[in-house]
């Protein structure tokens, strides 16, 4: 059963930072290929790929996030966790940031949601609010 769960979000000021997790159950160093990602979903904005990971250790950012954002992972024997470091925050930042993972798409299409599909699992994302 894969599960993702997102936590870290909350109420920030502009240069402040957070740093959001994204626990993937079913999802392990041994259980095959994956790309993982985090999106941002803004007021009135659609879905963007914040930054992506795959299981090869290949990670993308977003132009907008360069220099002030990191991906990483842990892997456990039943998890992965993958961290997303959000450094000098800006009210631009703010918006609900969902987890996403697909066994097939390579970070650059997962991260772009050029996918012929909708990427196989979705979380159910945290609040980052950036506002002084």
């Known amino acids: 059963q894969v599960q993702l769960v997102e936590s870290g979000g909350g109420l920030v000021q502009p240069g402040g930072s957070l740093r959001l997790s994204c626990v993937a159950s079913?999802?392990?160093?041994?259980?095959?290929?994956?790309?993982i990602g985090w999106f941002r979903h803004g007021p009135g904005t659609e879905r963007k790929g914040v930054a992506c990971?795959?299981?090869?250790?290949?990670?993308?950012?977003a132009d907008s996030v360069q220099g002030r954002f990191t991906i990483s992972r842990d892997n456990t024997n039943h998890t992965v966790t993958v961290w997303l470091q959000m450094n000098n925050l800006e009210p631009e930042d703010t918006g609900v940031y969902l987890c996403?993972?697909?066994?097939?798409?390579?970070?650059?299409?997962?991260?772009?949601?050029?996918?012929?599909?909708?990427?196989?699992?979705w979380g159910q994302g945290t609040q980052v609010t950036v506002s002084s």
């Open positions: 996403a993972a697909d066994r097939d798409y390579t970070v650059a299409t997962l991260c772009a949601l050029r996918g012929t599909q909708p990427p196989d699992y």
């Open positions: 079913g999802f392990t160093s041994t259980s095959g290929y994956y790309a």
């Open positions: 990971l795959n299981s090869d250790g290949n990670t993308i950012l």
